[in-house]
T-cell receptor
Framework: KAGVTQTPRYLIKTRGQQVTLSCSPISGHRSVSWYQQTPGQGLQFLFEYFSETQRNKGNFPGRFSGRQFSNSRSEMNVSTLELGDSALYLC???????????FGPGTRLTVT | SQKIEQNSEALNIQEGKTATLTCNYTNYSPAYLQWYRQDPGRGPVFLLLIRENEKEKRKERLKVTFDTTLKQSLFHITASQPADSATYLCALVQTGANNLFFGTGTRLTVIP
C-alpha cells in the first residue's frame, strides 16, 4: 500500500507570496492532519480534516488554511508568507478507528 | 502553561546497551501517548502507543511505560544498535481530541 505523499517536496517563495501544499493520504484513510516543524518550536499541529470538514485547529493565524476533497486528498494554503513560515510542513493520515498517524515525507518551504 | 519535555536533546549510548528516553508533561490530560522515530529529512514513523489505563507496552526490543501520577512516560530500546540512531519524539492526545501534541525530541546516537 502506498504511503502518504506530499507535493512538492521543496519550495522557495518570497515574502508576501502565497503557497499551496498538497497531501495524498494512504488509501482508505479519511483523516488528514497538518503539522509545522521548525528547529525552534518543534512539531506543532496546524489542523485536521475528516470527511471534508475541519475537525480540529491549532493556534496558527488565519493566514494558514486548508481543505479536504471528497477523495480525502488535502491541501493547505499559506497566504502573505513571512520569513518565520520557513519550515518543514508534514501531513499525516489515519483511520478513524486507529490512533497512530502515518506521516508523509514533508514539504520543505523556504521563504526569502 | 502546557509543556511536553523530553529529558535531553541528545543521548549517546554504546551499542548493546539499553537506551532510556524520558517524556514529562505538564497541564495535559492525555487519553494516550505515542512514540515516534524521525530520521533526518523524513516524516515521523509511529512506534508504540500506550493508553492512560496501561502501565507498560512492548514491541520487540521496544518498551514504553506510562505513569499518569508522575506525568511521565519512559521509552526503552534494549540491545541498541547503530541503526537505532534517530530522533525520538513523544506525543500525546488529550481526551476528546485527535491531534497530537509533540515533545521536543531526543536525538539518540548508538555508538558501535
Amino acid at each position: 500500500k502506498a504511503g502518504v505523499t506530499q507535493t512538492p517536496r521543496y519550495l522557495i517563495k518570497t515574502r508576501g507570496q502565497q503557497v499551496t501544499l498538497s497531501c495524498s493520504p494512504i488509501s482508505g484513510h479519511r483523516s488528514v492532519s497538518w503539522y509545522q516543524q521548525t528547529p525552534g518550536q518543534g512539531l506543532q499541529f496546524l489542523f485536521e480534516y475528516f470527511s471534508e470538514t475541519q475537525r480540529n485547529k491549532g493556534n496558527f493565524p488565519g493566514r494558514f488554511s486548508g481543505r479536504q476533497f471528497s477523495n480525502s486528498r488535502s491541501e493547505m494554503n499559506v497566504s502573505t508568507l513571512e520569513l518565520g513560515d520557513s519550515a518543514l510542513y508534514l501531513c499525516a493520515s489515519s483511520l478513524p478507528s486507529r490512533d497512530e498517524q502515518y506521516f508523509g515525507p514533508g514539504t520543505r518551504l523556504t521563504v526569502t | 502553561s502546557q509543556k511536553i519535555e523530553q529529558n535531553s536533546e541528545a543521548l549517546n549510548i554504546q551499542e548493546g546497551k539499553t537506551a532510556t528516553l524520558t517524556c514529562n508533561y505538564t497541564n495535559y490530560s492525555p487519553a494516550y501517548l505515542q512514540w515516534y522515530r524521525q530520521d533526518p529529512g523524513r516524516g515521523p514513523v509511529f512506534l508504540l502507543l500506550i493508553r492512560e489505563n496501561e502501565k507498560e507496552k512492548r514491541k520487540e526490543r521496544l518498551k514504553v511505560t506510562f505513569d499518569t501520577t508522575l506525568k511521565q512516560s519512559l521509552f526503552h530500546i534494549t540491545a541498541s544498535q547503530p541503526a537505532d540512531s534517530a530522533t525520538y519524539l513523544c506525543a500525546l492526545v488529550q481526551t476528546g481530541a485527535n491531534n497530537l501534541f509533540f515533545g521536543t525530541g531526543t536525538r539518540l546516537t548508538v555508538i558501535p
